[in-house]
């Protein structure tokens, strides 16, 4: 095992056997989210335009969700530091199952003509608003857990390899989606499905996720007797990979809430025929993923102020294709690069943020690189879709001004050029001091 640097503090409690079994299991508790969400996402158009829930509001159904999601990260992160990793991820799973179960009630019934097309938006929105509120305790504690066994040499790969579980989820959960479509629950099938795999993981967890409460973080290292670090967004050590992470996750949200539409309008067939072209779309885009995360990075040995250019790049070319593409399977390549684009740089910036900050900041850290995803989600679905209804390219020309920004800045940004090396981390950390030095009130930090 790689010894770690004075800034990253020790490696906890596990040995190699057991370190393996552990990420194991946060890798399934991420597959699963991820293969649940994106089967939902999948089969969502679909159900809007069956239910007779206009574009627009089915894609704001995750808003109110995302909302709690970018609240709640920060708050189950610090959680985590006091309570331990597990109990955070136990909650986040039970909080997935409950979410999914819930949101497949309102569906069936808006299916079968029981509800109004409003009562069910409404019903579909609280229930996945327990998703962002409560299901979203498990990413951050899954990625401190990770960073907290990790050496500073291996944290790229390692956060890479748990980032991956989110690109397989997105190939299994399109395979799988048409296949629980089963004739009583119809498109709702999906839902009561991962509800019950979210079950299956939770005791998983339960079981098997070691951890002891000597290594929580409070507990741990050298500083454990001093005050409890706490890392706020606009730290400079980590605001740039903030900023970065939100513009990106925001760009590829777009591709993502506007696919099941354009599939749609592109083959001029069935919203329910469309599902599964869209799942293969999706699965396209994920294989194109876990390219850059299983194979590229590691093969190519990539840092994440390469991954972070690089990955821009490519996003900013797909999202180009995509904009123009003059049938199905243009569509596909052009989503598919994207992607391969986001699979590269969710790495960089994650694993950026991670690299900027010591030991004991990592739960602070995940939980605000955890909220990225839900603030990420809260505008750019309704947005996008409305630019497509208005005119078909147009989100996805704003998604390129976008990267090519997101280039220029990964290149130009003193932090982001000088992650990963050995004076970037203390440089960081005294302009962070200057920065934070003005914005403590009397009543100390936010």
Same mark, same amino acid.
């Given at each position: 095992?790689?010894?770690? !640097?004075?800034?990253?503090?020790?490696?906890?409690?596990?040995?190699?056997?057991?370190?393996?079994?552990?990420?194991?299991?946060?890798?399934?508790?991420?597959? %699963?989210?991820?293969?649940?969400?994106?089967?939902?996402?999948?089969?969502?158009?679909?159900?809007?335009?069956?239910?007779?829930?206009?574009? /627009?509001?089915?894609?704001?159904?995750?808003?109110?969700?995302?909302?709690?999601?970018?609240?709640?990260?920060?708050?189950?992160?610090?959680?985590?530091?006091?309570?331990?990793?597990?109990?955070?991820?136990?909650?986040?799973?039970?909080?997935?199952?409950?979410?999914?179960?819930?949101?497949?009630?309102?569906?069936?019934?808006?299916?079968?003509?029981?509800?109004?097309?409003?009562?069910?938006?409404?019903?579909?929105? +609280? %229930?996945?608003?327990?998703?962002?509120?409560?299901?979203?305790?498990?990413?951050?504690?899954?990625?401190?857990?990770?960073?907290?066994?990790?050496?500073?040499?291996?944290?790229?790969?390692?956060?890479?390899?748990?980032?991956?579980?989110?690109?397989?989820?997105?190939?299994?959960?399109?395979? /799988?989606?048409?296949?629980?479509?089963?004739?009583?629950?119809?498109? !709702? #099938?999906?839902?009561? !499905?991962?509800?019950?795999?979210? #079950?299956?993981?939770?005791?998983?967890?339960?079981?098997?996720?070691?951890?002891?409460?000597?290594?929580?973080p409070e507990r741990v290292g050298a500083n454990k007797d001093k005050p409890r670090a706490r890392v706020r967004w606009n730290d400079r050590r980590i605001m740039p990979f903030i900023l970065y992470g939100f513009l990106?996750?925001?760009?590829?949200? /777009?591709?993502?809430?506007?696919?099941?539409?354009?599939?749609?309008?592109?083959? #001029?067939?069935?919203?329910?025929?469309?599902?599964?072209?869209?799942?293969?779309?999706?699965?396209?885009?994920?294989?194109?993923? +876990?390219?850059?995360?299983?194979?590229?990075?590691?093969?190519?040995?990539?840092?994440?102020?390469?991954?972070?250019?690089?990955?821009?790049?490519?996003?900013?070319? *797909?999202?180009?294709?995509?904009?123009?593409?003059?049938?199905?399977?243009?569509?596909?390549? #052009?989503?598919?690069?994207? !992607?391969?684009?986001? *699979?590269?740089?969710?790495?960089?910036?994650?694993?950026?943020?991670?690299?900027?900050? *010591?030991?004991?900041?990592? *739960?602070?850290?995940?939980?605000?690189?955890?909220?990225?995803?839900?603030? %990420?989600?809260?505008?750019?679905? /309704?947005?996008?879709?409305? +630019?497509?209804?208005?005119?078909?390219?147009?989100?996805?020309?704003?998604?390129?001004?976008?990267?090519?920004?997101?280039?220029?800045?990964?290149?130009?940004?003193?932090?982001?050029?000088?992650?990963?090396d050995a004076t970037a981390p203390r440089e960081a950390r005294d302009e962070a001091q200057v920065v934070d030095a003005s914005t403590i009130d009397a009543t100390g930090p936010h």
């Amino acid at each position: 095992m790689s010894a770690a !640097s004075p800034d990253a503090g020790p490696e906890v409690g596990l040995d190699d056997r057991a370190k393996g079994r552990a990420f194991a299991i946060l890798f399934a508790v991420l597959l %699963s989210s991820a293969a649940g969400n994106t089967a939902l996402q999948t089969v969502l158009p679909a159900i809007g335009r069956q239910v007779g829930i206009p574009d /627009v509001l089915i894609s704001s159904i995750f808003s109110l969700s995302a909302l709690l999601w970018g609240v709640m990260s920060p708050v189950w992160a610090r959680m985590s530091d006091k309570r331990g990793r597990k109990p955070m991820v136990i909650l986040g799973m039970a909080g997935f199952a409950v979410s999914m179960l819930g949101f497949g009630g309102f569906i069936l019934m808006g299916l079968k003509g029981l509800m109004a097309p409003l009562a069910v938006f409404a019903g579909a929105a +609280l %229930s996945r608003a327990i998703f962002g509120l409560v299901g979203s305790a498990s990413n951050p504690a899954a990625q401190a857990y990770v960073a907290d066994r990790t050496a500073p040499a291996d944290r790229t790969n390692a956060l890479a390899t748990m980032a991956s579980a989110s690109g397989l989820g997105t190939i299994l959960g399109p395979a /799988v989606a048409p296949f629980l479509v089963f004739p009583l629950l119809t498109l !709702s #099938g999906p839902m009561f !499905s991962f509800a019950i795999i979210a #079950g299956v993981v939770l005791i998983l967890v339960l079981r098997g996720l070691p951890e002891t409460p000597e290594e929580i973080p409070e507990r741990v290292g050298a500083n454990k007797d001093k005050p409890r670090a706490r890392v706020r967004w606009n730290d400079r050590r980590i605001m740039p990979f903030i900023l970065y992470g939100f513009l990106l996750a925001s760009a590829q949200t /777009v591709n993502q809430q506007t696919l099941g539409f354009m599939v749609i309008d592109k083959l #001029g067939i069935s919203p329910a025929k469309a599902a599964a072209f869209a799942g293969i779309a999706m699965m396209a885009g994920a294989v194109a993923s +876990l390219l850059a995360q299983w194979g590229l990075i590691r093969m190519l040995r990539l840092i994440p102020r390469q991954l972070l250019w690089l990955g821009a790049g490519c996003a900013g070319l *797909g999202n180009l294709i995509v904009a123009f593409s003059p049938d199905y399977h243009t569509l596909v390549v #052009g989503f598919a690069l994207c !992607s391969l684009g986001y *699979g590269f740089a969710r790495p960089g910036f994650t694993a950026g943020a991670s690299l900027s900050v *010591g030991h004991e900041e990592q *739960g602070a850290v995940a939980g605000a690189i955890s909220a990225i995803n839900g603030a %990420s989600v809260i505008i750019a679905p /309704v947005l996008g879709v409305a +630019l497509y209804k208005w005119a078909h390219p147009s989100p996805y020309l704003l998604n390129v001004a976008i990267l090519a920004g997101l280039i220029a800045y990964a290149l130009l940004d003193p932090i982001m050029r000088r992650v990963g090396d050995a004076t970037a981390p203390r440089e960081a950390r005294d302009e962070a001091q200057v920065v934070d030095a003005s914005t403590i009130d009397a009543t100390g930090p936010h």
